[in-house]
């Protein structure tokens, strides 16, 4: 595109596009750009202010009031179907018994018979008679007891609800007459399997805490069997206890019997194979298992050795230090008197230095001197003679004792190890005496106790309380419906959060701030089902209109001049409404008294004709190529202070149509001719025509849908804008419903304040 297109006549000047007022209207946008800044990339990125970890228990009731219909439907489809259940159950009655179960009583005599006494709290004896009360021998011998028939076990089975809904769609059919062929044995069997599940179904046992109570319950359909099979299950399980503990008794009496012959036979033999061994080889028992007098002396010698060679060591030390020129133990010359000689031999060489400096050596006195140091010297060493001779006394007694021992111990070892090797078989025969002869003592004086006193003891097991009545146990309506009730609730409101989790779309104005970390400038209310756009905007005390008005107000906070003179409304993908927002958003400011210029920026898919019902051949395109003037481009829209610019021809390259310096030119103009210029965008995603718009305008609106914009898409259109260097102002949140998203009161009372119902509903 080149300004050969461009007309020169003078009278063109202002509708025309010059080069030179394009270039100039760049760079004054460009420094707009620089000076305020454009939002930086890295502010999609910054951390929430809130913490992650924090729980909105806001947030979760939204939820809750948002999903309240479908909570409210899963929870009566599932008290319905409690409610079904509960009258197509048969009834079940339940009769209940109270036993006690003690410790085993004590046998009147105290022994150590075959049952055990169990003294204090003992859980496993208790839970053995739990597992005895519910096993099969215990319901087999019940089922026996109360002889039941075929009939009866007919009437006791539960069929199920969908049998008995089936048998009502089923006619009816003659009973068949009861046989009068005795039963075979193999049907008694089969009868007799079938009462003893039937006793084992119905029973449940339950232990009272803290206590050696146990109840016994029994569910039936009749609640006269009832009665009687839990009273015969109590009855039943005291006799077989009885029972088994006769029966161990006898047994263990007569085992007893049988044990201590057989013990008695071979304690004797044993006992006389041991004597007659010990006559034989002359062995000589010292009351020590396994040890002879031999081994005896043998280890005292031992112990005797091993203290002379310590002794014989111990000389030998102080000897080799004696004998070698060493100066003797100190413990040796403390018992002497060494010291003394020592003493008095050093006081005359004292008095002799001393003399010597006075009186020469022949001088009588210092030679009297002289003799008595030397005989101090003679008595000296004669006394370390003596010592050391001790010390080597001493040194060959204890060698002398240490021979003599080793010489014993040679002798007495021989006699040791012939003697060991025939007590070899002497110490197993006496430890085969000893072990039948502890086992027979023991086994004797069991069985005395189980004779004397038999097995004797109180009757551990009782019944507390019988059964009397039979009162219905299930189904329970009230529980039912309420377990109904509350699994529907709990049903419902995790498929709630389960679908409120799914849903990745922006539905609140806190949702936009806290996703796209960008303002909110107004929330539009969705229409009702029969409401239109028009209709909504030709009311001016309705909530459409009014929160329209509410985002040109904050538009005038958006800049240091009140609301931006050039403004695109976009979106982030098509129909979210930025159309309908852009002659909103103008026809509010035309309102005020201001000169607007409304541009059908979308040269791909426009709108804006069709919704000021205005068809025109020239347009945006047109001027964009330089087919027309601007003022051949403008139409009147029919309302005072508001013209429009359509889309013109659809161009085949929108984006490179766009990136020309006519858009700067253009908005240049626009600028001097209005006070404001809102350009209806094309949406952002896929095309590059909304970031080349929201470059060239002083300010940008994106508009999302609630509940329909994905939380992704706005972030990837918000950044497209950024990444162009845009001034985005806010967001525009359209189309909410804030019944659906749960917040219906606080925005309910929004659009109601002020709202006159004759005027029509907002």
């Known amino acids: 595109m080149t300004d050969e297109h461009l007309p020169t006549g003078p009278a063109d000047d202002r509708d025309r596009l010059p080069a030179q007022l394009q270039q100039d209207a760049r760079r004054d946008l460009v420094a707009v750009h620089s000076q305020g800044g454009a939002l930086n990339l890295d502010l999609l990125d910054e951390r929430r202010d809130t913490d992650p970890d924090e729980i909105d228990l806001r947030a979760y009731w939204h939820i809750l009031v948002k999903r309240r219909r479908l909570i409210a439907s899963i929870a009566a489809a599932t008290v319905a179907a409690a409610m079904l259940v509960t009258l197509m159950t048969q009834p079940q009655y339940r009769a209940s018994a109270l036993m006690q ?4 009583g004590p046998p009147i005599i105290a022994t150590q ?9 003992d859980p496993e004896f208790l839970n053995t008679q739990y597992e ?7 319901a087999e011998r019940v089922a026996n007891e109360l002889n039941l028939s075929g009939q009866t076990l007919d009437s006791l089975d539960d069929p199920g609800w969908v049998a008995r809904v089936m048998a009502l769609l089923r006619p009816a059919q003659k009973p068949k007459p009861a046989s009068e062929t005795p039963a075979t044995s193999g049907k008694a069997e089969e009868l007799l399997k079938r009462a003893t599940g039937v006793i084992q179904g119905g029973l449940s046992v339950a232990p009272v805490k803290e206590s050696r109570l146990v109840r016994l319950d029994f569910d039936s359909a009749d609640p006269a069997f009832s009665v009687r099979a839990v009273n015969a299950v109590a009855e039943g399980f005291i006799a077989s206890t009885l029972e088994r503990r006769m029966g161990t008794t006898s047994y263990a009496k007569t085992y007893l019997e049988d044990q201590l012959a057989q013990t008695k036979s071979k304690l004797e033999e044993s006992e006389s194979k041991l004597v007659k061994f010990a006559q034989q080889e002359g062995l000589v028992n010292t009351g020590v298992e396994g040890t002879s007098l031999a081994t005896q002396n043998l280890t005292e010698l031992n112990a005797l050795l091993a203290e002379a060679q310590s002794q014989r060591i111990h000389a030998q030390a102080r000897w080799r230090q004696a004998s070698g020129g060493g100066q003797l133990p100190t413990e040796i010359l403390a018992s002497s008197s060494v010291g003394t000689l020592r003493q008095q031999r050093a006081g005359l060489q004292s008095q002799y230095q001393q003399k010597l400096q006075t009186f020469k050596p022949d001088y009588p006195e210092m030679v009297q001197l002289k003799a008595q140091i030397d005989a101090a010297n003679l008595e000296l060493d004669a006394e370390m003679g003596r010592l050391r001779a001790s010390v080597k006394a001493e040194y060959d007694a204890a060698s002398s004792n240490e021979a003599m021992l ?15 090797s025939r007590s070899i078989q002497y110490n197993i025969l006496k430890r085969e005496a000893d072990t039948n002869r502890q086992l027979y003592d023991s086994l004797l004086q069991r069985f005395k106790e189980v004779g004397a006193a038999g097995d004797v003891r109180t009757n551990n097991i ?9 009162s219905r146990f299930k189904p329970n309506p009230s529980r039912n419906l309420a377990m109904g009730l509350l699994a529907g609730l709990l049903l419902g409101v995790l498929l709630a959060f389960v679908l409120e989790f799914l849903d990745d779309t922006l539905k609140t104005a806190e949702d936009v701030e806290q996703k796209l970390r960008l303002p909110v400038l107004g929330i539009i209310p969705k229409l009702e089902p029969k409401q239109t756009v028009a209709a909504a905007a030709s009311n001016p005390q309705s909530a459409f209109s ?16 009140g609301v931006p003179r050039s403004l695109v409304i976009t979106s982030p993908s098509p129909g979210e409404g930025k159309s309908t927002t852009a002659l909103a958003l103008a026809r509010n ?14 040269l791909r898919n426009p709108s804006l004709h069709k919704s000021m019902g205005i068809k025109a051949e020239l347009g945006l395109s047109n001027l964009l190529a330089g087919a027309c003037s601007f003022s051949q481009a403008v139409l009147p829209s029919g309302e005072e202070r508001l013209e429009i610019i359509l889309s013109g021809p659809l161009p085949p390259n929108p984006a490179e149509l766009l990136s020309g310096s006519k858009l700067i030119s253009l908005l240049a103009v626009g600028a001097e001719r209005y006070d404001h210029i809102i350009v209806d965008g094309p949406p952002v995603l896929g095309l590059a025509d909304a970031p080349i718009l929201a470059n060239a305008v002083e300010g ?15 972030q990837q259109a918000a950044k497209r804008l950024m990444a162009a260097r845009a001034r985005l102002n806010g967001t525009l949140l359209t189309k909410y419903d804030a019944k659906s998203t749960g917040y219906g009161y606080h925005y309910d009372a929004y659009y109601a304040y002020g709202h006159n119902p004759r005027l029509g509903k907002g």
Do not use: C
């Not at 009014?546 to 001049?561: G, I, K």
């Not at 940008?700 to 706005?714: H, N």
């Open 101 to 104: 179960v003690e410790k085993e």
């Open 113 to 121: 018979g075959a049952m055990p006494y169990y003294d204090g709290w």
């Open 132 to 138: 005895l009360l519910r096993s099969r021998a215990l």
């Open 406 to 420: 080793k010489g014993q111990i040679a002798n007495l070892r021989g006699q040791a190890l012939d003697t060991d």
């Open 462 to 470: 009782s019944i507390i309380d019988r059964a009397q009545q039979g």
């Open 546 to 561: 009014e929160a329209y008005r509410s985002v040109r107000t904050a538009l005038q906070f958006a800049t240091d001049h």
């Open 589 to 602: 400011l035309a309102q005020q008294g201001r000169r607007v210029l409304l541009v059908d920026g979308d």
């Open 700 to 714: 940008t609106l994106l508009v999302v849908t609630s509940g329909k914009t994905r939380i992704s898409t706005a």
